[in-house]
């Protein structure tokens, strides 16, 4: 099983709303990343976890909370976002040894704040 | 900091044509990694290939190829026999081996493939 899985696949919530996005792994991999993608944009990396422990912290701003329940499960709290935090938020996975390893993304869970 | 550069945005191709993808990169670590990623419209991005920069030979998978140019910072991704599912966003990235596992990617290069 090569599969990342996110939930939900689409999401509009207003600028008061609290929610959550998930993220979900069984390749047995150790390091859990969550990425914004804006339109024709790369993505933008956001956060890192490793060994469930928050390795990366881009500077993100406080109204995302990222979660990592166990090593499979990735959460992404939502709260008092605004309009520019729409854009597709991606989960990605990987091993987490000694030099660099493939990462394999979800299929993203597509936002929109309105 | 690791920067890297794609100069195309848009590239076109004839099925069972070969088309190369440009990716420039600048870091001053003399241990890190390449990677070509491809993002198929409405689908999952996924890895097409990696190279490790201590390494002098081209990675290849099947129809994919790198030419990589450490001296020059230069890393393009060349798709030989073209196929429709080819079609998609092809980004470079590069990470430091840190144990960070950071991927810096490029802005894009979009492949258009006509039959």
């Known amino acids: 099983d090569t599969e990342v899985t996110q939930t939900p696949k689409h999401l509009v919530m207003g600028m008061t709303n609290k929610k959550s996005l998930k993220c979900e792994q069984h390749m047995g991999h150790r390091a859990m990343y969550w990425y914004k993608q804006k339109a024709k944009k790369p993505p933008e990396l956001m956060f890192v976890y490793s060994y469930e422990k928050l390795s990366i912290n881009e500077s993100v701003p406080s109204r995302f909370s990222p979660e990592c329940p166990n090593s499979s499960l990735l959460n992404l709290h939502l709260h008092a976002l605004q309009p520019e935090d729409s854009a597709l938020y991606l989960c990605?996975?990987?091993?987490?040894?000694?030099?660099?390893?493939?990462?394999?993304f979800g299929p993203g869970t597509r936002l929109t704040v309105t | 900091a690791q920067t890297v550069t794609q100069s195309q945005p848009e590239m076109s191709v004839q099925e069972a044509e070969t088309v190369t993808l440009s990716c420039t990169y600048d870091t001053s670590e003399s241990d890190y990694y390449l990677f070509w990623y491809k993002q198929p419209p409405s689908r999952q991005m996924i890895l097409v290939i990696r190279?490790?920069?201590?390494?002098?030979q081209n990675a290849t998978e099947n129809r994919f190829s790198v030419n990589f140019q450490k001296a020059a910072k230069s890393f393009s991704l060349k798709i030989s026999d073209s196929q429709l599912g080819d079609a998609a966003m092809y980004f470079c990235a590069s990470e430091l081996n840190t144990g960070f596992q950071k991927l810096v990617f490029g802005t894009g290069t979009r492949l258009l493939v006509s039959p």
């Open positions: 990605a996975s990987s091993q987490n040894r000694e030099g660099s390893y493939e990462q394999y």
């Open positions: 190279q490790e920069a201590y390494k002098q």
